[in-house]
């Protein structure tokens, strides 16, 4: 237990350190690089990378090593925290309780912005991004000690289900944290475009349009996975519980969850509607996340209070 | 209307004809029903309406008690839940009518552009003009080496390389291309439409054919299960624990009875049903019954010392010989809450918990001083409460053990399958929706005095950001495609 609290500690702290570094990293950024859409005939898309000078070369490899090293220690959280639930309780899921969960989206967030980095060379993103996991994983540490051990699983959550139901819906939550995460991104970026050109820190930020249709890709991907856990937690429930729906507040939540971003996914498909508006309904149904993952844990009853 | 419908039915492609216009017919009125019923803006309507109404459903708590929600909120506001259906939300009119509007919402739009998707993947597009290529949101032209059919023949093998599907055209001064990729992109969104329906379909044919009982069993009992016309006996009921001592798993050996003869036996526990002929049991609860013990112990006292002269474990029903004290005695039944009703004569237990419990004993006494039979109620917490006139002896109640009952949650819902079915639909509708994306590409090649010009135009309905990199990928290429 305490090997892998160690090494879930040590997580926390090198994403804390990543996060500094990625703020660091937007600040030392040589601003308006004006690598304008030149060679890039009709697109508005264009990266601007490339060009980092001096310091924030460094500082963004450092952010980058340190947040790929925090994940293969979290992972490595998880693998030990999974032998351990092993010899304790008989099934080895390392997400079986909320401190746990947490831990998983926190893996499953830093691992989805390691990717984008990896695809995309827009490092930016790890100040709004990896903070979030980091945040995830502050969370996670202040629950009380009770809630981080691996207790045994209670009859009802002791299925092969939990494997793939609950690893595909926290999936689904780093994805909308991810997008929410860009939507802030996408709304400081636009605040200052707001007040004329944009200059100084500002500028060292993708242009919106990147933003923009990153958020709508990550809420993409989140969107089906989200169906799938629902679907996935139906069927358990159908094993365990004697129906597939009985309107259960974690479920009806996570229903809403979807529904939301159900609207967004349409919206989008109207002309025009994108920017601003989907950067807020972004932020907003990432809230919604965290009242499903958190707040029907902690404020209503019901029959997912295994908390 | 949108982007979608402009996209698919190609309003600023080749086939936009607008219908000569008439009267207000039927034909009118029928156009503004499908328009408005497929309409995305009703859809996003209805997902953030329905999001809002199962919220209530959260916050409020559901099929409680009267007192609870007066205790909590007042009279007022529970007048007013009632009124709105607000302890019951997810049953009331106007959320089921909610469901069937999404239903005829996706079922519409399912109806209205499909068709056009369908066409689209037989149809000639190829025969556009210029502007038209220049009008679309991404464009460029370039100036390449070689000739008409050269550099035709080597985009078409590129794009087809690629996945793409390609038409082209060949005519006297221009040849003009048109290529197609991930129209499973959009035919995964109809998919997702139509699985709204399937699983309100498979929701609705459970609720109508199927049910939902619970039983209260018994080891040892056999119940007759009416709606499957066979019989089930409780075999045992246990709960395993882990070494910490919280609970590890609860469960029920169940056997299957038809016309006496053993079927099937099973183990049941949380996670794992028994499922026999459609109808499904699951080990749901457990407890102690209030009306049943398995043995009592009982101190046999003489009434003037109060010394315990005998002490005894009573079974079930069976009588019990004291020769020793000239008695005869059976438990007769068992109360855990004891209750009477004076009207009735009865005793009964008010409640399932063991508050205070009760045993009643069948007695016959036979000594040199006293001879009588009696049926008196031991109190398990008042033992000193009712004297047996003419005994020597008074009982008194040390334990019982409990009777063990499961709780079974019995159910049928041959709705299900169809659920199942709507549920892979909608998961992998929505998957090809998102990780698909259909675009589409223009091409005219032009000869020139140099060699040819390429002009090139090209539309997605999302994922801008992977397209405009294709699209740079694709002029870098064509520019070099004879080098």
């Known amino acids: 237990m305490l090997r892998s609290l160690f090494l879930f500690d040590m997580t926390f702290w090198l994403y804390l350190a990543a996060f500094a570094l990625y703020i660091a990293y937007v600040f030392a950024r ?3 690089m004006q690598m304008a859409a030149a060679g890039h005939p009709g697109g508005g898309v264009s990266f601007t990378t490339e060009g980092d000078q001096g310091w924030a070369v460094q500082i963004g490899q450092v952010a980058t090593i340190i947040t790929v090293f925090g994940w293969m220690v979290n992972t490595a959280a998880l693998f030990t925290r999974a032998m351990e639930r092993m010899q304790h309780s008989g099934t080895f899921a390392p997400w079986s309780n909320q401190f746990e969960a947490m831990a998983y989206v926190s893996w499953a967030i830093i691992l989805g912005y390691v990717l984008l980095e990896f695809r995309y060379r827009i490092k930016t993103v790890g100040a709004f991004v990896v903070g979030i996991g980091f945040i995830a994983m502050g969370a996670a540490s202040l629950l009380p000690y009770r809630y981080q051990t691996a207790e045994p699983l209670v009859p009802a959550l002791n299925s092969y289900w939990i494997y793939i139901h609950v690893s595909v819906t926290l999936t689904s939550y780093a994805a909308f944290a991810m997008a929410g995460g860009l939507g802030v991104m996408y709304l400081f970026r636009e605040r200052a475009e707001r007040k004329g050109p944009v200059t100084g820190v500002m500028a060292s930020l993708p242009d919106l349009e990147t933003i923009d249709e990153l958020g709508y890709k990550a809420i993409m991907i989140g969107f089906p996975m989200l169906a799938f856990g629902i679907i996935l937690g139906a069927m358990w429930a159908n094993y365990a519980w004697g129906g597939y729906w ?59 209070a295994y908390a | 209307m949108n982007g979608k419908s402009e996209a698919l039915n190609g309003r600023s492609g080749p086939q936009a004809a607008p219908k000569p216009a008439s009267g207000i017919g039927w034909n009118e009125v029928k156009a503004e029903l499908v328009e408005f019923f497929s309409s995305i803006k009703l859809a996003m309507f209805l997902f953030l309406i329905i999001a809002v109404a199962a919220t209530i459903g959260t916050v409020i708590q559901q099929n409680e008690r009267a007192e609870v929600y007066v205790k909590e909120y007042g009279e007022e506001a529970y007048r007013w839940f009632l009124r709105l259906g607000w302890t019951d939300i997810y049953h009331t009119w106007y959320f089921t009518s909610l469901l069937a509007l999404l239903c005829i919402n996706s079922l519409t739009c399912f109806y209205q552009r499909f068709p056009g998707i369908w066409r689209s993947m ?21 100036s390449v080496a070689g000739t008409k059919e050269g550099v035709s023949k080597g985009i078409v093998q590129y794009l087809a390389e690629k996945g793409y599907m390609v038409l082209a055209k060949n005519e006297p001064g221009e040849a003009t291309l048109y290529a197609t990729k991930g129209i499973m992109g959009r035919v995964g969104a109809h998919m997702a439409h139509l699985s709204a329906t399937v699983i309100v379909l498979g929701g609705l044919i459970g609720s109508l054919y199927g049910f939902q009982e619970f039983g209260v069993c018994l080891e040892g009992q056999t119940y007759h299960i009416p709606k499957g016309s066979f019989d089930l006996r409780i075999d045992k009921f246990w709960i395993d624990y ?38 499904w049991f699951y080990q749901s609860s457990y407890g102690d019954a209030w009306d049943q013990v398995d043995v009592a112990r009982v101190n046999v006292k003489d009434k003037k010392t109060d010394k315990i002269l005998q002490t005894v474990d009573l079974q079930w029903k069976k009588e019990a010989t004291l020769d020793k004290l000239g008695l005869k005695i059976m438990l007769a039944d068992f109360v855990a ?14 409640s399932v918990e063991h508050e205070n419990p009760a045993i009643k004993l069948e007695m016959a006494e036979h000594t040199k001083k006293s001879a009588l039979e009696a049926t008196p109620w031991i109190f398990y917490h008042y033992p000193d409460l009712f004297d047996i006139p003419g005994s020597q002896y008074r009982f008194e109640l040390v334990g019982y053990q409990p009777r063990k009952f499961t709780g079974l949650q019995i159910t049928r819902d041959p709705g299900v399958t169809i659920v199942w079915i709507g549920s892979t639909m ?22 020139d005095k140099q ?8 539309t997605t309905h999302k994922n801008q950001i992977d397209f405009n990199k294709e699209f740079r990928k694709l002029t870098e290429r064509i520019k070099t495609i004879n080098a």
């Open chain 1, 30 to 32: 040589k601003p308006a």
């Open chain 1, 246 to 304: 009985s309107w259960d507040p974690k479920e009806t939540w996570s229903l809403i969850v979807w529904l939301i971003y159900g609207a967004y996914i349409h919206a989008r498909m109207t002309r025009g509607w994108g920017g601003h508006r989907a950067a807020i309904y972004a932020v907003f149904g990432f809230l919604m996340v965290i009242f499903c993952f958190w707040g029907v844990n902690f404020l209503l009853s019901g029959l997912h």
């Open chain 2, 122 to 142: 037989h149809q000639d597009k190829v025969s556009v003009n210029l502007p038209f290529i220049k009008n679309l949101k991404q464009t460029t032209e370039m």
């Open chain 2, 242 to 279: 882990h070494e910490n001592g919280s609970v590890k798993s609860y469960n029920s050996i169940l056997t299957v009875l038809e016309q006496g003869q053993e079927k099937v036996t099973k183990t049941i526990t949380v996670n794992d049903p028994l499922v026999y002929k459609g109808i």
């Open chain 2, 337 to 350: 809450d004891f209750g009477f009703n004076s009207n009735e004569k009865k005793v009964y237990s008010k």
């Open chain 2, 426 to 447: 909608i998961v992998v509708g929505i998957s090809l929706s998102s990780f698909i994306y259909h675009r589409r590409l223009w091409f005219k090649v032009i000869p």
């Open chain 2, 451 to 458: 060699g040819v010009t390429v002009h090139m135009g090209g």
